[in-house]
């Protein structure tokens, strides 16, 4: 059986926990706690504040705002 590997902002995660020691809920709750921010504004503070590369911090924010998103 092959194993169906995550698509779309999930397929960043395993290399988001190992590169900076945390777990994606992680981030994610901190995302919780910058509401009202726009994507970009949201991925620009992952970068400053805690030296996150564009591509991680923008899947987690993708993720972050689908989620918060309700449908």
Do not use: C, R
Not at 19 to 33: C, N, Q, T
Not at 46 to 70: D, F, I, Q, R, Y
Request: net charge positive; glycine share 12%; charged share 15%.
């Amino acid at each position: 059986m092959s194993e169906t590997k995550p698509k779309g902002p999930a397929s960043y995660f395993p290399s988001i926990e190992q590169k900076y020691g945390h777990p994606v809920a992680y981030w994610l709750e901190l995302l919780s706690g910058k509401g009202g921010q726009k994507h970009m504004q949201l991925v620009d503070w992952l970068k400053s504040e805690h030296g996150m590369g564009h591509g991680h911090a923008n899947a987690l924010v993708a993720h972050h705002m689908k989620s918060a998103t309700p449908s």
